[in-house]
């Protein structure tokens, strides 16, 4: 067993940081909800941190060739993880509405699980400007919603809101990548078979 998992997990610098971003979770949650006197600046922080591993791993992964089954599952799961325990922590502290955690969690899941089904198929959707656009607007979003605080001033409403439609405009733009994508590749087999035949 401990061998199987030691193989699915190899030891490397992106693999490193996608677990400490994983870590870095529990440590955000209890920074904003224990309300010290500190805790906005520390869960800013590990916030900071926390998505700095997720624009480092994948590009360090790329550049020294070091892609792993571990990082291509786990990378996409921490920053999911990140991004839903900040808003959850967010509502509960009344820094932000439900519905726009909600409807930026129910993106995040429906991509997430449509991704890990399509990956089982053999069907990669590469990450997309939209894709990017949506992360650095909703990591922006959230960044200024814990350092400002209760309540929080127009200007964080004005990330707040565009990261919302970019959310929702990526994840339409994905879904249908994915059709056409899937559609390309039943193609291809069905022109396949033909050939054998």
């Known amino acids: 067993m401990t061998t ?35 805790g906005d600046l520390l869960a800013a922080i590990v916030f900071a941190l926390a998505s700095l591993t997720d624009a480092m791993d994948g590009y360090l992964a790329r550049t020294r060739n070091a892609i792993t089954t571990f990082g291509k599952l786990m990378d996409p799961i921490a920053d999911k993880l990140l991004i839903i325990a900040a808003l959850v922590a967010l509502v509960s502290l009344d820094r932000l509405a439900a519905w726009v955690a909600m409807v930026i969690i129910a993106r995040e899941v429906a991509v997430t699980m449509t991704r890990m089904h399509a990956t089982q198929q053999g069907v990669v959707i590469a990450s997309n400007w939209w894709g990017k656009a949506k ?4 990591v922006a979003a959230i960044f200024f919603l814990i350092v400002v605080g209760d309540p929080s001033p127009l200007w964080v409403d004005g990330l707040v809101y565009p990261a919302v439609a970019i959310t929702i405009a990526s994840g339409v733009d994905y879904f249908f990548g994915l059709r056409r994508v899937l559609r390309e590749a039943e193609a291809g087999r069905q022109g396949s078979a033909a050939r054998r035949v």
């Open 4 to 38: 199987r998992l030691l193989a699915v997990f190899e030891l490397n610098l992106p693999n490193v940081l996608t677990m400490l971003r994983i870590l870095l979770v529990p440590v955000l949650v209890v920074a904003l909800l224990n309300e010290t006197a500190n």
């Open 135 to 138: 992360t650095i607007v909703q």
